[in-house]
């Protein structure tokens, strides 16, 4: 979903989405065409033209575009629509419209985001392009979500994707970066355990800029394959760990990041109503080192931070963190700064 075909050169559309669209009814058409998306590794993405109108549609891959062998279950979309319906609820337009979802296929139908009024967070950071105003407002709305959510425990039912959860998001994240640096072994289990243990909201599981769409209403939330019911630190602390990052992507806007790094901080925490801030902002801080390290040496490392000194920059405030670990996550940005200031 993260790019515009040219719509004049499509393709017919694989028998599976055509079938899907039938029988979900969004279509009466045997002869559908459209165009593959590209941005996903998790997925195959393709925007449909109908009668009706064009629509997103994605199947899950059993086996990720990945190099290492990461492998996860097909049936993640059923969730991903479901969390874009409490998405929904919670706040009017941040995420797509779920337009169908049929399980036996493995299809999630939605509707279509137009570049023409959304842009990607990730290219606007890409370019140096970090608003202040544009992080809290991604704070503000991702803490929305885990309030409604959290105030709902009966939706917990809905979403028993633990087993998914820890496929792709804490095996190949902490377990695989632990397997390459024995001596935080132990650390790291610990914070796969600490995840699993504070069952509170409704979790996205890949808060990325990739994934957030800037549009005329707000941030729009894509991708929420991960979807799970347990700790909402992970969500804010997967999101964190991208603005530091991005320090190493477009140096010139390093202190920009960081200022979007506070400023979603603070307008998330304000919205921290289902259980005391500092307790989740200390389980955010002690994972979000975690997830730092992980993109260098765990099964996803981030594309741009290619260099050998980079990886190694990472590695060094990574290991400090995870060795004394800080209670707020500003302690964490601190550390980089100074890293960064070297």
């Given at each position: 979903m993260a790019m515009t075909p040219d719509q004049t050169s499509t393709l017919p559309v694989p028998p599976a989405f055509a079938q899907a669209l039938r029988e979900l009814g969004l279509t009466d058409s045997d002869k559908l065409r459209g165009a593959p998306l590209t941005g996903g590794v998790s997925s195959d993405i393709w925007l449909i033209y109908t009668p009706r109108g064009q629509v997103c549609a994605k199947r899950a891959l059993p086996k990720l575009r990945v190099a290492a062998?990461?492998?996860?279950?097909?049936?993640?979309?059923?969730?991903?629509a479901r969390w874009m319906l409490v998405a929904a609820a919670a706040l009017a337009g941040s995420a797509p419209r779920v337009l169908g979802q049929h399980p036996g296929l493995g299809v999630l139908v939605m509707s279509y985001?137009?570049?023409?009024?959304?842009?990607l967070w990730k290219e606007r950071l890409?370019?140096?392009?970090a608003d202040v105003t544009t992080a809290r407002a991604v704070g503000r709305a991702l803490a929305m979500i885990h309030?409604?959510?959290?105030?709902?425990?009966?939706?917990a039912g809905s979403f028993d994707s633990d087993a998914i959860f820890f496929d792709i998001r804490l095996e190949p994240y902490l377990l695989a970066t632990a397997r390459r640096h024995p001596d935080l072994a132990a650390r790291l289990e610990e914070l796969v355990a600490q995840t699993q243990s504070h069952k509170l909201a409704l979790v996205h599981g890949d808060v990325s800029p990739k994934n957030i769409l800037l549009g005329p209403a707000g941030p729009v939330f894509l991708d929420a394959e991960c979807a799970w019911w347990g700790d909402p630190a992970f969500d804010i602390a997967f999101c964190l760990n991208h603005l530091l990052?991005?320090?190493l992507w477009t140096p010139r806007a390093s202190d920009d990041f960081l200022h979007c790094f506070g400023a979603l901080t603070e307008a998330y925490l304000a919205g921290v109503d289902w259980e005391p801030r500092a307790a989740l902002e200390g389980r955010a801080a002690a994972l979000?080192?975690?997830?730092?390290?992980?993109?260098?040496?765990g099964k996803s490392p981030v594309e741009y931070v290619s260099a050998e000194a980079q990886r190694e920059s990472v590695r060094r405030v990574a290991r400090k963190l995870l060795a004394n670990p800080a209670s707020r996550v500003d302690e964490i940005s601190a550390t980089w700064r100074?890293?960064?200031q070297r």
């Open positions: 062998d990461w492998r996860a279950p097909i049936e993640r979309n059923l969730y991903e985001q137009s570049p023409a009024e959304h842009s890409r370019h140096g392009e309030a409604h959510s959290a105030a709902r425990a009966e939706l990052l991005k320090c979000l080192p975690g997830l730092f390290l992980a993109r260098v040496d100074e890293e960064l």
